[in-house]
Structures are given as structure tokens and as C-alpha cells.
């Protein structure tokens, strides 16, 4: 049997998906690095909901683990929460063929929250408490150092304008934290990566996306309105998402307003302050993604490629 040669049409886009994988191997190896999310002999418990991020993460993690220096084991782990018509067969079927270890934590909050929250009501609040004790509990049973979660780079910043515009607050996804009780340790290693390339990633693998009937369906959330703000400035303003991500790696506590995280009161004359009043000779404005810089100072145009390779895990 003669296979024919593929056309240019598929070889450019073979290309391209080819340059989609290196990019967020890239990427989620040097968020690994930077924030040192995994070490050798960890156990990465791998939180897979069904949907594309969760896929994708689960997905680039085996391609790290495979080249890379150290050894770590991972497990995927899926909560299913019993929402009506859940395809329960899904996952188990496609975690076998991929040859996966993995647990199905079977937990029934679907009930428990239809019960509390009235209807038309954000649910995502008490879901997010609910799963989040019953995983931490699961990574205890499976002996988890790391517990992954899928959320990418445009979650955090939804979260930062969330927290900006309705808690008052600058606060956003952290990449790594430790629960209250000091028990466990989250990391989110998506965080370098824009939705829309794991949107691009998750179709190129066909993954067998699970809606979400619990939250996903619910069109009034404050975050729909946060990510189509987000779109939106995407579409309009060159390197603004860019330059808001920067930010978040850029914090000047002298220049904002926390006492708590600045001692204005004890600032006295002769005492030197980092950034001091340059501030004042400061164009933001004349600041765009070509110029924007990490926390470290570096460019956010700086070869992944070598990052990558200084930290070993691609």
C-alpha cells in the first residue's frame, strides 16, 4: 500500500504544530524552573477535569519528564463530581490507552452545591472549596509531593482584574503555593502559556474534551466579562497583555500604596529607596512588548530556547 507525500499546505502545517509543542515546552519548562515547581523524586498528582487545559498540561509534563535530568513520577487524577451525564468512560479509556497512571475520585458535590447555591447564582465559589479538600485529602492517600493544576496565563490575569475591580485588591493566581495547613503544594506550571495556544494545542490532539455543566454553562460570570476585556485589548493594543503579565513579575511596593508592604511611615530623608523618584522621569506609555521586561529585568523577548536549556528541562 503507497502512502502519498504530503502537499505544502500539510507540511506548513505540520510546521506549525511542531513549533506550537517546542513553544510550550518551552515555556512550561521555564516557569518550572523559575519558580522551582518540581524536583527530583517528586510526585506530581496532575489534576485532569476534562478540559483542554488539564489535557494539554498532562500532555507537555510527559514530554518533560521523558528528557528530563531528573526523575519524577506523575498521576492523574480526575474528581468526578457526578454531574448529570458525565461521560464517566472518557477518561479511564483514554488514560489507559495512554498508559497513565492514574485515580477517578468519585465525590458527589454536584448535589451538594445545587443544594446550597440558589439558581441563577455563582457556583464556582463552594465547587472550588469542595474539590479543593477533596484533592488535597487524594494526594495524601497517593502519597503526592505536587499537586498540578491547568490554569495557564490568561486565569491569572482574569483573576488580577477580578481582584482589582470587585475585592479591591492586587492579587492574583500565584505559580506555586503552599496550602493553609502546610501540608500541600500547588503548582500551576501553564503559567507562562496564552489560552489561545493551548485552545490550538488541545485541537491538533484531539483531545476528548468534557464540558463542564456545573460552571462552565453559566454565561453571567464576572470572569466571561474579564476574558472578553482581555480579548478585546488583545485584538486592539499590541503587546498589552503582554505588558500586563510583565507587570505582575515587576512589583515596586514604594510606589503603590501598602503600608505593609513599604515602611512610608519610617521613610525619612537619606534614606535610599530603590527606583527612588526615577518614577517621576518614567513614560509608561513609551513602554511596549518589545521593551517589557520579566522581574528579573529580561527582556520578554529573550530566547526561551536558552532559558530552557539553563534550567535543564527541555
Known sequence: MTHEAPNKAQLKIQFENNKLEKRLCRQVG?????????????????????????????DILLKLKARAPIHFDIIAVN????????????????????????HI?????????????????????????????ILYRVADELGATKIALGHHRDDMLETFLLNLFHAGKLKSMPPKLVSDDGKHMVIRPLAYVCEADMERY?????????????????????????KAML????????????????????????????????DF???TVGTEVEH????????????DAATA??????????????????????
Open 30 to 58: 521555564q516557569a518550572i524552573g523559575d519558580f522551582n515547581m518540581i524536583e527530583d523524586g517528586d510526585k506530581v498528582m496532575v489534576c485532569l477535569s476534562g478540559g483542554k487545559d488539564s489535557y494539554g498540561l498532562l
Open 79 to 102: 474528581l468526578d463530581q457526578k454531574q448529570p451525564g458525565f461521560p464517566e468512560h472518557i477518561l479511564p479509556e483514554y488514560l489507559t490507552k495512554l498508559g497513565v497512571p492514574f
Open 265 to 267: 511611615k519610617g521613610l
Open 293 to 314: 521586561t520579566d522581574g528579573a529585568g529580561k527582556p520578554l523577548t529573550t530566547d526561551y530556547n536558552t532559558l530552557s536549556q539553563k534550567i535543564h528541562f527541555v
Open 276 to 287: 527612588g523618584d526615577i518614577a517621576f522621569d518614567d513614560d509608561p506609555c513609551a513602554t
Open 105 to 133: 475520585e468519585t465525590q458527589d458535590t454536584y448535589s451538594i452545591v445545587k443544594r446550597v447555591i440558589e439558581d441563577g447564582k455563582t457556583t464556582c465559589g463552594l465547587c472550588s472549596r469542595l474539590r479543593r479538600g
Open 202 to 226: 488541545a485541537a491538533v490532539h484531539q483531545f476528548p474534551i468534557i464540558p463542564c455543566n456545573l460552571c462552565g454553562s453559566q454565561d453571567n460570570l464576572q470572569r466571561q466579562a474579564m
Open 231 to 262: 480579548n478585546d485589548w488583545g485584538k486592539k493594543h499590541t503587546g498589552r497583555i503582554e505588558n500586563m503579565f510583565a507587570a505582575l513579575n515587576n512589583v515596586v511596593p514604594s510606589h503603590l500604596l501598602d503600608g505593609q508592604l513599604f
